[in-house]
């Protein structure tokens, strides 16, 4: 690879000439380049504010589908969180050991959560 063939000898003197003298383009030639390229450019639209912080969570969250998943699960849990189905005592109570250990608030004594009545 370093040794130089003789029958390249003819072609690094073309070589040599190009490099002494480089080809330059017209200006002709570059006004029609740049020409084309702005042509070709899409028009520039005024730039937008970003987007206020709620609307920026919504989008990082998925959109409706999300929100309305995490709403609906969010909504379960506190239904649950406030009104324990009897059933759910039971499963705990061998799961936790002593019920003595397990610590139950009532935030509103005295009220009743019926989500569905009839009659009324």
Known sequence: MT????????LAA???AA??????PSDALMARVLADACAAQPATRPSRRP????????RALGGWPAVAGLSAATLAGIW???SPPAPLAAVAAPLL???GGVY?????PGAT???AQEGR
């Open 51 to 58: 987007a206020a912080w709620p609307v920026q969570l919504f």
């Open 97 to 99: 050991g002593d019920p």
């Open 80 to 82: 649950l969180g406030i």
């Open 113 to 115: 959560f019926e989500l």
């Open 19 to 24: 490099r002494r003298h480089p080809a330059r």
């Open 3 to 10: 040794d130089r063939d003789d029958t390249t000898r003819g």
């Open 14 to 16: 073309h070589f040599d």
């Open 104 to 108: 139950l608030v009532d935030l509103a």
